[in-house]
């Protein structure tokens, strides 16, 4: 049996598959998020570990020491230092956090938006590691100095369970340091920002082995001696593969935010890229409010989200010209009310526009033959229905929940999992 864990920004999730890919048992725990004036937004590193202990040992149990490996599949770009026997020096600087403004902008004075994005291709923006690496050197030197590692939360747990602070190209791509061509932490980045190599993990491939798990740990979790850590990746592409990402197949993960999904996307493009393996690049983009914007909506009007659908189905396509801008990160709105304009109009409006946001994302990439889909937002139907409708292509959506951690269990099994997706 194999064990996926998905280490998100709120919550922990671990699996526990058989080779069929059938889930057998799975826990959750949940941990804070502490937000601030200013944009900073921080986390307790420990609770990471916490989590993860605590939904692996609750599974472990199940299994009855028939476990043969783990991997994890953790949220990007958060950080903590650390020191060298894997204890947290401060809070964890969340991927939310929005303080390195200033790094940010120094970062562009000096190298200009398409250099940055011809070394790491990432568009240059705050929410990335490198700016907020910057703004800890600057601001919390002692911290800084006395730090071991510099830690990413799936390095974190990797360094925790097996004694080697490793992070997978994914999670590097992510920081705006790894330079994707030469596959290694970028020199020109480190000379200007003054981070020291030697803070940073070690990077590698996913799904290599890093060997058993330390006999300390595995005992507190309940797990065989033998239990191998198969190194994982982030959250997103590990999702993306557990719901069937292939050659031509967008995925699109409609939680919180939407992250739309596709590989080997060609450079002309101008996407996020992240590395991933001798075979796979993957291109993501993101829409940053669109669950949230149906929870909000839901929350101000009073409905269940059954209730917003029938009400949204009554509905013309067009939404009577009622229009929704759903990025309510940066103030939204809803124009073009008038006095017969429904409770239906409007629930309509917000999915059209969710849609055609979908869409144009897709369009960037290049196109796609189809959709898998996944997320509690594609539990609707008529959500599903007019995606499909919008962006003139077959949506499938995915028949299992927990993808990234399905996506885990398949690098932990080598792939030896095979499901109908």
């Not at 199940?62 to 476990?67: P, S, T, W």
């Not at 189809?370 to 008529?382: M, T």
């Amino acid at each position: 049996m194999y064990i996926g864990v998905d280490l998100g920004t709120t919550a922990c999730k671990s699996c526990l598959y058989d080779e069929s890919g059938a889930l057998i048992k799975f826990a959750s725990a949940k941990y804070p998020l502490v937000t601030m004036p200013n944009g900073i937004a921080e986390q307790d590193a420990n609770d990471w570990f916490w989590a993860a202990k605590q939904t692996i040992g609750e599974i472990a149990k199940e299994a009855g020491g028939n476990i043969k490996s783990i991997c994890f599949s953790t949220q990007g770009i958060s950080f903590v230092a650390v020191d060298r026997a894997a204890m947290p020096l401060c809070n964890a600087i969340s991927w939310l956090d929005m303080r390195a403004i200033g790094e940010t902008e120094a970062l562009e004075r000096h190298f200009g938006k398409e250099l940055i994005y011809d070394k790491t291709k990432k568009h240059i923006m705050p929410q990335y590691s490198l700016p907020k690496l910057m703004w800890f050197k600057n601001n919390c030197p002692e911290a800084y100095k006395k730090a071991h590692k510099l830690l990413m939360p799936l390095d974190f747990l990797n360094f925790k369970l097996t004694g080697k602070p490793i992070t997978d190209r994914s999670m590097a791509s992510g920081t705006m340091l790894y330079n994707i061509d030469s596959k290694k932490w970028d020199g020109e980045l480190l000379d200007f920002s003054g981070i020291s190599e030697e803070k940073l993990p070690e990077i590698k491939t996913a799904g290599e082995s890093l060997g058993t798990i330390l006999p300390k740990v595995a005992d507190e979790l309940g797990l065989p001696a033998s239990t191998e850590l198969v190194l994982g990746a982030q959250d997103q592409k590990l999702a993306a593969i557990g719901a069937g990402i292939s050659e031509g197949v967008c995925t699109v993960s409609l939680g919180t935010s939407t992250a739309v999904t596709k590989l080997n996307v060609s450079l002309k493009y101008n996407c996020p890229l992240f590395d991933f393996d001798d075979g796979r690049i993957f291109a993501e983009t993101c829409l940053p409010t669109t669950g949230a914007a149906i929870d909000w909506l839901s929350s101000i009007m009073g409905l269940g989200y059954e209730e917003m659908d029938a009400l949204a189905k009554d509905a013309p396509k067009g939404a009577n010209g009622v229009f929704f801008d759903a990025n309510l990160s940066e103030f939204g709105s809803i124009t073009q009310l008038c006095l017969d304009s429904s409770r239906g109009d409007i629930i309509r409006a917000l999915y059209e526009c969710i849609c055609r946001g979908i869409k144009e994302k897709i369009d960037q990439m290049g196109g796609a033959k189809n959709l898998r889909v996944f997320g509690g937002g594609f539990k609707s139907e008529l959500l599903c229905k007019i995606l499909a409708d919008t962006a003139n292509l077959e949506v499938c959506v995915a028949k299992t929940v927990e993808t990234a951690a399905l996506g885990a269990a398949m690098l932990a099994s080598g792939c030896k999992i095979k499901k109908e997706l």
